[in-house]
Nanobody, 121 residues
C-alpha cells in the first residue's frame, strides 16, 4: 500500500508565497516521476509541474517563472514553492507519483488526497 500525503495548503493573499509538500510512504522500490496537478473550481484537473528522479523538470505555462518544483529522493518527498500567487491559482492541488512497488513489477501512478489552496485578499 502506498500513501501520498500533501501538506502546506491554505489561504494566501495575492502576490504571496506558499510551499506545498508531499511525502510518499509504503513498500516503494523506486519513484520515477513526481508531480503536482491542480483542479480549479468547476474545471478539470491540470498539470502544474513534474520532476524526474534525476531532477529534470517540466512546467505548465501558467507555472513557469512563478512556481518551483523540487524533490528529496531520500525522503520520497516532492515540494512546490509557489510565488506571486494570483486568484486564478485557487484550486485543489494534488500530488502524484509514478513508482514501482517492491512486490509488484509494474510501474503505477498514485495520487494524494489533495490540499486546498485559496488565493484571496
Amino acid at each position: 500500500q502506498v500513501q501520498l500525503v500533501e501538506s502546506g495548503g491554505g489561504l494566501v493573499q495575492p502576490g504571496g508565497s506558499l510551499r506545498l509538500s508531499c511525502a510518499a510512504s509504503g513498500s516503494i522500490f523506486r519513484i520515477y516521476v513526481m508531480g503536482w496537478y491542480r483542479q480549479p473550481p468547476g474545471k478539470q484537473r491540470e498539470l502544474v509541474a513534474t520532476i524526474t528522479n534525476d531532477g529534470s523538470t517540466n512546467y505548465a505555462d501558467s507555472a513557469k517563472g512563478r512556481f518551483a518544483i523540487s524533490r528529496d529522493n531520500a525522503k520520497n518527498t516532492v515540494y512546490l514553492q509557489m510565488s506571486s500567487r494570483k486568484p486564478e491559482d485557487t484550486a485543489v492541488y494534488y500530488c502524484s507519483a509514478d513508482l514501482l512497488l517492491m512486490a509488484v513489477p509494474r510501474r503505477s501512478d498514485y495520487w494524494g488526497q489533495g490540499t486546498q489552496v485559496t488565493v484571496s485578499s
